[in-house]
């Protein structure tokens, strides 16, 4: 017999509050109009005894991995480790005759601080419970997609994989999870194309943070009244973002190149910041009445990778027909 689930979850932007979000305060947060795919099928095997088997496909990289799931190593790379943990978990519902075959793609790109390991983590969950418990329980995937996450980061917010999960527009912070009437329209997203570390920004606001102890409050509650000003005075949304860039500066996770593309377009009056952890990666901006093109020319000599326009605030985590 074979059983077949095919579920998608959306990237991320975060809008205002990063890295003051690990250190509990509140952040805005936006799902995006980029989606990653996953398929989990399950087929019994009717012939001679065989060991359970995992297919793993990621079909933008074109990489594929085959896991005897009754010899399991400790040297797999970090997302096949990350599909062990949530298939450990669900081991007792898959029985010994199982082939397992997990397929994945994405338009969301990778290490970019756009929410693809989230979305990867939160569709992973959202595979296996909707072959093995028949519903998609948001809250119940949310906590596991968020120890996925740990895997995959060490001990992230759970932001990411909270967005990608309930999808639209959140507040979020350690304590609170809250759906908002949030949408930015023209919200361009310019990758920098500079490899970032999550874990190394988060490292270095760490080590800012506990060397300047009172600074650092300061600025974290700053950047938290900067994310409430968002979410109240959406008309002053442009101000906000050059405010909140200058606290991200001050944390220590902007970059010469990232300050300069700022700059270039500060001088049209377009308010841009990091999203994301910063020091490469994203960034985000408020491009009123411009166009890609014309933003690509302005940037022309900054080795911008790309430039998106993206919807905002679209579905979370939700079953599919089709792969
Ligand atoms: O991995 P990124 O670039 O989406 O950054 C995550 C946001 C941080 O606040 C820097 C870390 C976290 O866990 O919230």
């Known amino acids: 017999m074979k059983r077949n689930?095919?579920?998608?979850?959306?990237g991320k932007l975060i809008i205002g509050g990063e890295h003051a979000v690990v250190y509990g305060r509140r952040a805005l947060v936006?799902?995006?109009?980029?989606?990653?795919?996953?398929?989990?099928?399950?087929?019994?095997?009717?012939?001679?005894?065989?060991?359970?088997?995992l297919k793993v496909s990621f079909q933008d990289t074109n990489q594929q991995h085959l896991i005897d799931l009754s010899n399991i190593q400790n040297s797999y790379p970090i997302e096949i480790q990350g599909i062990l943990f949530v298939y450990n978990h669900f081991k007792s519902f898959v029985s010994?005759?199982?082939?397992?075959?997990?397929?994945?793609?994405?338009?969301?790109?990778?290490?970019?601080?756009?929410?693809?390991?989230?979305?990867?983590?939160?569709?992973?969950?959202?595979?296996?419970?909707?072959?093995?418990?028949?519903?998609?329980?948001?809250?119940?995937?949310?906590?596991?997609?968020?120890?996925?996450?740990?895997?995959?980061h060490g001990t992230p917010s759970g932001i990411d994989n909270t967005i990608s999960t309930y999808g639209q527009s959140l507040v979020y912070s350690r304590a609170v999870k809250k759906h908002i009437n949030f949408r930015l329209s023209n919200l361009a997203i310019i990758d920098t194309g500079i490899p970032k570390s999550t874990k190394r920004m988060v490292e270095l606001v760490r080590l800012f943070v506990e060397s300047n102890q009172q600074e650092g409050e300061r600025i974290l509650n700053d950047v938290?009244?900067?994310?409430?000003?968002?979410?109240?005075?959406?008309?002053?949304?442009?101000?906000?973002?050059?405010?909140?860039?200058?606290?991200?500066?001050?944390?220590?996770?902007?970059?010469?190149?990232?300050?300069?593309?700022?700059?270039?377009?500060?001088?049209?009056?377009?308010?841009a910041k990091i999203t994301g952890a910063g020091g490469g990666g994203c960034l985000i901006a408020l491009?009123?009445?411009?166009?890609?093109?014309?933003?690509?020319?302005?940037?022309?000599?900054?080795?911008?990778?790309?430039?998106?326009?993206v919807e905002c605030g679209v579905e979370g985590l939700r079953e599919e027909q089709t792969f």
Do not use: W
Request: hydrophobic residues 35%; aromatic residues 6%.
């Open 5 to 10: 689930v095919i579920v998608s979850s959306p």
């Open 96 to 152: 010994d005759r199982s082939q397992l075959n997990i397929q994945v793609h994405s338009e969301i790109p990778i290490g970019a601080g756009l929410g693809s390991s989230a979305a990867f983590s939160v569709c992973l969950v959202g595979c296996f419970y909707l072959l093995y418990h028949k519903t998609l329980n948001r809250e119940d995937i949310n906590e596991l997609s968020y120890k996925v996450e740990c895997i995959f």
């Open 30 to 53: 936006t799902s995006i109009g980029m989606r990653l795919y996953m398929q989990l099928t399950a087929e019994e095997q009717t012939n001679e005894p065989t060991s359970p088997v």
């Open 224 to 271: 938290e009244r900067c994310v409430d000003s968002m979410i109240e005075h959406s008309e002053q949304i442009d101000q906000l973002f050059q405010e909140n860039q200058q606290l991200l500066k001050c944390l220590g996770v902007s970059t010469l190149e990232i300050d300069n593309i700022i700059e270039i377009l500060a001088k049209k009056n377009i308010s």
């Open 287 to 309: 491009t009123s009445c411009f166009t890609k093109d014309q933003i690509l020319d302005l940037l022309q000599d900054n080795h911008i990778k790309s430039i998106a326009f």
